[in-house]
């Protein structure tokens, strides 16, 4: 680290963040677990979490429903998003992994009968996607589904529908010239004219997975085209060290925040590059999030911990961590970059460990909670990385923090009708709110993880299908319908490898085709003479199932940009590969857990080569824009 001495304040804040590093490697070194979770509490554990849920749910159901969202303390409801049952919806598919047929039911045939969205309401287009359209489109492929084992007999499609017309609606918020969509849109009247046109990147660049698979339920392609168009129309605009900003005009396309980094306002953006690749099959997505993690490994990544930097000089901005970061060890699990998620969730919960809760924002130079950033929400995401974490490792040090998880949650958080948001983790004062994704994900997460432990026996780790989880936690499967539909490469500006027929009429799973890529990713092939309609089935053959579940494929060689010399991505093996639980052995043992290791999707041969070599910590100015738009 190499420190400016003519200016004591940031000699002091750079040996802040040296001593920090320090103390997080000694927090590696020494483990965080005492006394281990043996299997019969595990199931205890689940069995408590079990009851978290319906503690919740149950206050929601009694005091809130139909309104949003449930006040815990007051035991209230209010509308938070736009007057729909908010919780309700967000909580589908957490009843079915729960096995609970009785509320499954009833819940999905009261939507079905009493939801509609011809409202004038104008409405987040993040937040109505993950929650809304993804929690109805997860019970959907539940309800109607026998292999689930949650089928429910008189159910028609009602959630499709209602998922269809709510997408619909949101199409006009779509309509500008980046084709990065406006970050609020009128489900009546399409957008306001007065909407900001300043959208967060994580708010554009999180709806490929819910409007994806939307298309291929419905055949209609435009859901999938218009979401794409808007990853592509903000990864053209990253800047020449591959990073993007946190906000950006979508009109002009010109960042007005440039703060790069993993968590707020940019977090989802790189989760869905890499789960629309798994979940759709489409290369152009596991290309940009290569390059995209790359350079995060590279400019942001300061083991274990993850700053925020300026997107164009790469100069530290923000010495914080925030507590949207907590996912990134679990989308690292998925990618088979566990080394530094191992390390990175030590540092994480270190934190946790500090105050019972992570805050917001925690200054990585001052190691105290950052100043305005002192609550905790519920949030899930140190919670969902210490699942994946959990299932790929199955080291018992996961358990050990899931106890650590469910006891502040039990002492802290737990309220007359439900949780309560914490609005200070120093304090621990309790406020009387409760976030929709607390059933969403927390509890979720929470509940995968012990029973996990206790005998896989859910949908997700023993289900019909291998499933990926949407930023909000819903089940989204791999079947054939959604994963093996070949439909986006005949879209407008999508691409097909050049042999492509060749190697769907190959018999050979292991033969590996060239994949044509272009580098920049705002210069793509484009079918002009193609309908957009009409194209669904294929026209561009892609992958047979085998290949699809263990394929490997070749890059080409690629040139770097003339303009950034910087190392080779992280990930650098190109085989994928999902693993089946089946040749991992459930433990036997009274006293604990073995630590095996067990991959779970993984991009093989993957290994972190985040070059630290002697970056300038140099603090600057955080470059801030007048509005905040992001709200997760
Ligand atoms: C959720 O709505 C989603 O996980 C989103 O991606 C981030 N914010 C919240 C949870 O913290």
Known sequence: MILMESNKLRWGLCYAIFISLTLSSLVRDLGVSAEGVNPREAKQLRDEVREMFYHAFDGYMNNAFPLDELRPLSC??????????LTLIDSLDTLALL???????????????????????????????????????????????????????????????????????????????????????????????????????AGGGTLTLEFGVLSRLTNDPVFEQVAKNAVRGLWARRSTLDLVGAHINVFTGEWTQKDAGIGTSID??????????????????????????????HHLHKDPWYVEVNMDSGAIVWPVFNSLQAFWPGLQVLAGDVDPAIRTHTAFFSVWKRYGFTPEGFNLATLSVQYGQKS??????????????????????????????????????????????????????????????????????????????????????????????????????????????????SYFGGYCPRNATKFEQSNDDHQVPEIELGHHSNIYPY??????????????????????????????????????????????????????????????????????????????????????????????????????????
């Open 76 to 85: 209230q409801g209010e509308d938070t998003l736009g007057g729909y049952a």
């Open 99 to 201: 096995g609970d047929r009785e509320r499954f039911t009833s819940s999905v045939q009261w939507i079905g009968k009493n939801l509609q969205f011809n409202i004038n309401k104008t409405v987040s287009v993040f937040e109505t996607t993950i929650r809304v359209l993804g929690g109805l489109l997860s019970a959907h492929l539940i309800a109607s589904d026998y292999a689930t084992g949650m089928r429910i007999p008189s159910y028609d499609n009602e959630l499709l529908v209602l998922a269809e017309d709510l997408a619909r609606r949101m199409l006009p918020a779509f309509d500008t010239p980046t084709g990065i969509p406006y970050g609020s849109v009128n489900l009546m009247y399409g957008v306001d004219e007065h909407e900001s046109k300043i959208t967060s990147t």
């Open 268 to 297: 989802s953006f790189y989760e869905y590059l890499l789960k629309a690749y798994i979940l759709f099959g489409d290369e152009e997505y596991l290309y940009i999030f290569q390059e995209a993690y790359g350079s995060a490994m």
């Open 376 to 489: 905790y929400p519920l949030r899930p995401e140190l919670i969902e990385s210490t699942y994946w974490l959990y299932k790929a490792t199955r080291d018992p040090r996961y358990l050990d923090a899931g106890r650590d998880f469910v006891a502040s949650l039990q002492y802290g958080a737990k309220c007359p009708c439900g949780y309560c948001h914490i609005t200070d983790v120093e304090l621990h004062k309790q406020e009387d709110h409760m976030e929709s994704f607390f059933l969403a994900e927390t509890v979720k997460y929470l509940w995968l993880l012990f029973d996990l432990a206790v005998d896989s026996d859910n949908l997700v780790d023993n289900g019909p299908y291998k499933y990926i989880f949407s930023t909000e936690g819903h089940l989204l499967p791999l079947t054939p319908q959604i994963s093996l539909a070949r439909e986006h490469c």
């Open 527 to 632: 079918h002009e003479s193609f309908p957009v309609t009409g194209l669904i089935k294929g026209l561009c053959p892609r992958l047979s199932h085998a290949q699809k579940y263990g394929l490997s494929y070749v890059l080409p060689e690629k040139t770097e940009r003339e303009d950034v010399k910087r190392p080779k991505p992280v990930i650098t093996s190109r085989s994928i590969v999902l693993v089946s639980d089946q040749t991992v052995e459930k433990r036997p043992q009274e006293e604990g857990f073995t630590s095996e290791s067990e991959p779970i999707m993984s991009i093989s041969g993957g290994g972190s080569s985040s070059d630290q070599t002697g970056q300038e910590l140099t603090l600057l100015e955080s470059e801030t824009d007048d509005k905040r738009v992001y709200s997760s």
